[in-house]
């Protein structure tokens, strides 16, 4: 079955700006879908690469985000820690388009098992 | 057909085997793009241009002043008839192209007009994207893209009423003026919490809604529109999500555009949100091009002009056998709003490796924000004073290195390319007279600061202090600054601690000046008080919410955006994400009911551990954020409510049992205790607040260590404050002692109110109290006879707002956002 390049994740409503939002994956890893206050949405796996708190939860300002454990400061773009924290979260391409938010599936979706199987 | 172009020149009578160029659309793309083909070479196609208007094609850009009455329709008119028949063009207006047959190179029109192409030019444009909603169809709804539109508002504002705009970006905010203008009392819906969100940032849009407020129109930022509203077939109104109805007699729809590929995609031709074409615009098909808001180049589509021009110059170098090629388009963006000066270009969200400097005058309601990536401009924001825009622009365009003018970049271009000295912000005010006002807020001249500083001066904030200069509004910081390098050299002191790196006011200041200037939102305290980043840090927002809270009850609306995430979920985030869960026992007491309700909620939801805290409550483990509404239904169920044991609040009353049972007691210290708890609980403090009540001196309940402590004693009640038992321990200051439960009771009220009004966020009592000398708390409380008296009544006036379960408010629905997943991604392999 062909499927579409991007998953759309629904209306760019449900996550209020300075927000985020959480998109369990089964057999991935959770991802978080940020909306920033001048309304760039970014997504990250939700893990800080320090000791994997939720950055979901953590307080969303410029077009960065402080993790809730211990206020490691992480970059919605790269998913890089900033400052003289050294560390890196993968980040999922995010498309807007018509008031709906878009991720990459590729980036989403692990590959099947069974493939990953064949390809080991 | 391959006609030769130089054989068709020397040939005119063989100008019937021109190559034919059939343009769909007679909007500002098709006809530029034509224009363009015209002037490299004239004689080359034979031109058929199809249009969906009955008209001439004119600058769409301009019906906004049109709307607003400043120009007529003659005025923006681009391309008269007289140009089309010199140029030999032929216009089909008001017969719409209905598809393209590729197989057979034509087109055909809705009329069954068919029409053959060598080459194909889409310029379809773009539409206005009208959202989803019940009523959207009926009459009086009209979207804001054509002169039709224009002359169903001027129709509708003829008798006066009240027009609502759906969409406060550019278009909607143009719509709306225009129909203010025109005697109408307009009210724009806004979705998005800031008004034009896609080119200003936070504060921009801020001061953007607070002037149009000021001109009377009705911004509603954050508003969903549910339904159109209808009466005798005409809509009426505009229903909200939240149940407001607002009463129109116009709606206009101005959310959005977007690309117009039907024709395309029906053709079979490569789209994703615009048809998809290469750097010379050519389409999936070599034979059909693309130009305008209907194309995405590059993953990128326009909605303004200026990239317009630049495709079309690059689909004429091609069309004409001198292929340059389009590499993409900076955009920059003028609000047509008269009187209102709003600006911004290329990239203003910024990033990792980018620098923001940030100008603030709010005497002015100057906002000028400009973003730097390896010493050169990326994006400009500007509001109220845009004299600079182009220059900036112009600098971005260029990508020209600015590290030599980067010091007086944002002071604009005649300060920063000034003649010598005016380069250097310093040398700028040593050249000013020691009788130039440097702080008008308080009438300070340069003489008067720097005599100030002479005297002895040496910081900021002792300037501040004793000649008031930048003590009010702060806008001449950096000139007070200047002068503070001027005097000193290297011997300026570096001032009291800043809340944050974005301000240079301490918490005191920043505390003071909320009340002063009567500074009642976050946005506006950033804005008024020259914050140097757009939208702060995680340090300076909750601090904010906290002072304004604390300052205006039960008018500031709580954000919870920033808010730490415990005082968001109202539960306390643990290293593994899962949540602990602490109801409220009043005083420490408990019953049979609550226990089996906490018994069997740790039974529910299989909480992996439960424990009993050091405040006598009872902490559940390893609750999942989405199941929190319903383990706090249940609690709910069983009378208990939230235990902020997750909050910058009033914590715990921790209680021995007093006179009622122990043998030595003297007073009924659980009975106290509890009612100290019923007055306190649910207030939000600068830091975690814990109080406790002993019965006798041998103080079982441990309150010499706490933020508030009663001992009870035969005679009364001795008063205690500022002990700690955490990271440093620290025992606390007597108070004073008071004879009877009410006087406790006040005492505790005002203390609380005191260290609320006057400590900075994040400051337990114990460092506050340290800092502060617990004479000026007694001073504060006892000085003045009345004292005690108003700051209690000032926290129990507080309170009213403060004691309402926000368990319960989310146990009924309340943010349910806020805990649920946006779904769920189960890979079809999984049911494979």
């Known amino acids: 079955m062909m499927q579409a390049k991007w998953l759309d994740i629904g209306p760019v409503t449900q996550i209020e700006p300075g927000m985020a939002a959480t998109l369990p994956v089964i057999g991935g890893e959770e991802i978080a879908v940020f909306h920033t206050m001048r309304g760039e949405f970014y997504a990250l796996v939700n893990k800080c690469p320090h000791k994997q708190g939720p950055l979901s939860q953590g307080i969303v300002h410029g077009d960065s985000v402080t993790c809730p454990l211990h206020n490691w400061k992480i970059s919605l773009r790269s998913g890089q820690a900033l400052g003289d924290d050294v560390g890196c979260v993968p980040t999922i391409p995010v498309k807007v388009d018509a008031g709906r938010i878009y991720l990459l599936r590729e980036a989403v979706v692990p590959p099947p098992p069974a493939q990953q199987a064949r390809a080991a | ?832």
Request: aromatic share 6%.
């Open chain 2, 1 to 832: 057909m391959n006609a030769p172009t130089n054989f068709d020149k020397a040939n005119p009578i063989l100008g019937t085997l021109r190559e034919k160029l059939v343009v769909i659309g007679n909007g500002m793309a098709g006809c530029r793009a034509v224009e363009e083909i015209l002037a490299r070479d004239p004689d080359r196609y034979s031109i058929t241009i199809f249009g969906a208007e009955p008209r001439v094609n004119y600058n769409r850009i301009m019906l906004s002043p049109v709307l607003a009455g400043e120009k007529s329709f003659d005025e923006i008119v681009l391309n008269t008839a007289e140009w089309y028949a010199d140029n030999g063009i032929e216009l089909v207006a008001g017969d719409p192209v209905d598809h393209i047959d590729r197989e057979r190179s034509v087109v055909v029109a809705r009329s069954g007009r068919v029409e053959p192409y060598d080459k194909l030019l889409i310029a379809t444009g773009s539409e206005p994207f009208v959202i989803p909603v019940p009523g959207r169809d009926l009459p009086g709804v009209v979207t804001f893209r054509d002169l039709d539109d224009v002359e169903k508002m001027l129709a509708a504002a003829d008798g006066g009423g009240n027009a609502v705009v759906i969409g406060g970006g550019l278009l909607g905010l143009e719509a709306a003026h225009g129909l203010s203008l025109r005697g109408m009392s307009a009210t724009v819906v806004h979705l998005m919490p800031t008004l034009m969100e896609r080119q200003l940032d936070e504060a921009a849009g801020w001061l953007l809604k607070t002037e149009l407020e000021r001109r009377g129109q009705t911004i509603l930022t954050g508003a969903d529109t549910e339904e159109i509203l209808e009466r005798d077939g005409h809509v009426c109104g505009v229903r909200l999500r939240d149940g407001r109805e607002i009463p129109a007699d116009i709606v206009v729809m101005a959310v959005g555009i977007r690309p117009s590929t039907r024709l395309a995609k029906t053709a079979g031709l490569e789209c994703e949100r615009g048809i998809l074409v290469d750097d010379h615009m050519v389409t999936s098909d070599p034979a059909i091009l693309a130009v305008g808001e209907c194309v995405e180049h590059r993953g990128q589509c326009y909605g303004l002009v200026a990239p317009l021009w630049e495709m079309c110059r690059a689909l004429a170098d091609h069309l004409t056998g001198q292929p340059s090629g389009y590499t993409g388009s900076v955009t920059s963006t003028k609000l047509k709003v008269s009187g209102i000066d709003v600006f911004s270009a290329g990239d203003f969200i910024g990033g990792d490796d980018h620098e923001d400097i940030v100008m603030r005058d709010a005497a002015r309601g100057v906002y000028k924000r400009v973003i730097l990536k390896d010493n050169r401009i990326v994006g400009a924001v500007l509001y109220g004073d845009t004299a600079d825009g182009s220059w900036y622009f112009d600098l971005l365009k260029k990508q020209e290195d600015v590290s030599g003018i980067r010091d007086g970049l944002i002071f604009g271009q005649a300060f920063a390319m000034g003649e010598g000295a005016f380069a250097d912000p310093n040398a700028a005010v040593a050249a000013l007279s020691d009788d130039a006002e440097i702080c008008g807020c308080n009438g300070v001249s340069k003489g008067k600061v720097v005599a100030t500083i002479e005297a002895g001066a040496h910081s900021l904030d002792a300037v501040r202090s004793q000649c008031k200069a930048s003590a009010s509004c702060g806008s001449c910081t950096h000139l007070v600054e200047s002068l503070l390098a001027l005097t000193l050299g290297d011997g300026v002191e570096v001032g009291a601690k800043t809340l944050c790196k974005c301000t240079s006011f301490t918490h005191d200041d920043v505390r003071r000046l909320i009340l002063d200037k009567e500074l009642k939102a976050i946005p506006q305290v950033m804005q008024e008080l020259h914050w140097t980043t757009p939208d702060g840090c995680a340090s300076c927002r909750p601090a904010l919410n906290y002072y304004l809270l604390c300052a205006w009850p039960g008018e500031y609306e709580d954000d919870q955006k920033s808010r730490f995430v415990n005082e968001r979920l109202h539960a306390n985030i643990q290293k593994d994400g899962t949540y602990s869960v602490v109801p409220r026992m009043w005083g420490g007491i408990t019953n049979p009911a609550e226990l089996r309700a906490i018994a069997d909620v740790v039974e529910k939801y299989n909480a992996p551990m439960v424990k009993v805290t050091g405040g006598q409550r009872i902490d559940i483990f390893g609750i999942r954020k989405e199941d929190l509404p319903a383990v706090w239904a249940d609690l709910n169920a069983a009378g208990m409510v939230s235990g902020h044991a997750y909050g910058k609040a009033l914590r715990t009353v921790k209680t021995c049992v007093g006179s009622e049972w122990c043998r030595f007691g003297t007073q009924d210290s659980t009975g106290l205790g509890v009612k100290i708890e019923r007055m306190t609980w649910g207030s939000w403090m600068p830091h975690k607040f814990k109080i406790a009540v002993s019965g006798c001196p041998r103080n079982c309940a441990e309150a010499t260590i706490k933020d508030f402590g009663v001992v009870c004693v035969d005679s009364g009640y001795e008063l205690h404050v500022g002990g700690n038992g955490g990271m440093k321990v620290r025992a606390t200051d007597p108070l004073c002692k008071v004879a009877t439960e009410e006087e406790a009771l006040e005492h505790c009220a005002a203390f609380i109110q005191l260290y609320r009004e006057d400590a900075h966020y994040l400051e337990r009592t114990a460092p506050w109290i340290e800092r502060k000398g617990i004479e000026w708390v007694r001073a504060q409380l006892f000085d003045d006879p009345q004292a005690v008296k108003r700051l209690a009544a000032r926290f129990r006036y507080s309170q009213k707002f403060m004691q309402d379960d926000p368990w319960a408010r989310r146990a009924a629905g309340e943010r349910r956002d806020l805990h649920s997943h946006l779904a769920t991604v189960r890979p079809a392999t999984e049911y494979a």
